[in-house]
């Protein structure tokens, strides 16, 4: 199994998978922004960072990139994807998820490792028990996730929320355990068929256990079971 | 040539954070008038001439200049530009 991890002018991230993806034994390579050829790919990431400068929204330009025209029928296929902090801006702004992301509640690029909560999700990205608290960097801007009461109902109804923020012991505060303020504490959803998962947090950097940790790996991991079929 | 200046602001209900954090300075500056703030964005366009010009800057608000997902905006052509 290959990921193909894409390049685009202002991803800042894309060496972090990169580097998660190597030490978990999975094979990677770098995808062009410019590229449209995603075959050899059994999954594609979109990294964290700030394509095309976040210039009139973050993920608005990134969009349009010539890859991206790819990347939606590769999804549409069943392919899995993956998108990241910037990443999972980009997959909102190409409408391969719902919602939209505004700027943190309070204005604040927000830095931080924080806890989140597995929910009971359809998603083959994340196989771990619903209850699961991992504990994931945020490093962030504009994270706060935002849908319509209908497409937030709908979300939840479905299994599309996979990942929420909570409190250290997993329970999530009556005014809300999000520390950028996005709506229902979404952290990360995936699509209706869940092969296109997108998070504000950086599971790739807590992969290395001498580096950081390893709550990551089982957002790399999931998927390489799941198409293997283990 | 005509000229369109286009306001993209978020939809009624979109909580805007830019807007809610001036909002409090000003009261906090005294300014007890002040009931809502909405902070938007600001775009010009200089565009030449052509058919089906206003629907075609209309489609670069859907597509690019704003997110129908949760802005609108508004577009109003100005006098063309001096050449």
């Known amino acids: 199994m290959t990921f193909g991890v894409v390049r685009f002018p202002g991803s800042n991230c894309e060496q972090d998978i990169v580097i998660a993806c190597r030490y978990l034994g999975i094979d990677v390579d770098y995808v062009w922004h410019g590229d449209t050829d995603l075959s050899g790919f059994d999954a594609v990431v979109l990294p964290g960072g700030f394509s095309y400068g976040d210039y009139i929204r973050t993920g608005a330009v990134a969009r349009f990139s010539p890859v991206m025209g790819e990347v939606v029928r590769f999804a549409e296929r069943g392919g899995p994807v993956l998108g990241v902090c910037n990443g999972f801006q980009i997959l909102t702004e190409a409408h391969m ?10 204005l604040k690029f927000i830095c931080e490792t924080v806890p989140l909560r597995v929910e009971h999700n359809i998603c083959p990205w994340v196989d771990l028990p619903e209850g699961t608290v991992v ?12 849908a319509d009461p209908e497409t937030l109902a709908r979300l939840d109804a479905n299994g599309q929320i996979v990942v929420r923020y909570c409190e250290p012991d997993g329970t999530r505060a009556p005014g809300g355990s999000a520390p950028n303020g996005a709506a229902d504490d979404i952290a990360g959803i995936c699509s209706e068929r869940g092969n296109v998962f997108g998070l504000m947090p950086h599971p790739e950097r807590v992969c290395d256990p001498e580096a950081s940790g390893t709550d990551g790996q089982p957002f790399f991991t999931s998927i390489v079971a799941h198409m293997a079929g283990v | 040539m005509a000229r369109y200046e286009i306001f993209v602001t978020y939809k009624q209900g979109i909580f805007d954070p830019p807007g809610a954090t001036a909002e409090r300075a000003l009261a906090s500056l005294g300014y007890d008038e002040v ?4 902070i938007g964005k600001y775009i010009r366009l200089e565009v030449a001439d052509g058919p089906n010009e206003l629907a075609r800057v209309a489609e670069m608000c859907d597509k690019l200049l704003a997110n129908p997902v949760i802005e609108e905006y508004r577009i109003v052509e100005t006098e063309g530009a001096a050449r």
């Not at chain 1, 998820?97 to 309070?106: E, I, T, Y």
């Not at chain 1, 504990?135 to 935002?146: K, L, S």
Request: hydrophobic share 30%; glycine share 12%; no cysteine.
């Open chain 1, 135 to 146: 504990r994931i960097p945020i490093n962030h801007n504009e994270g706060n996730f935002t």
């Open chain 2, 35 to 38: 009931e809502s703030v909405k």
């Open chain 1, 97 to 106: 998820l719902p919602g939209a992301m505004l700027r943190n509640r309070g």
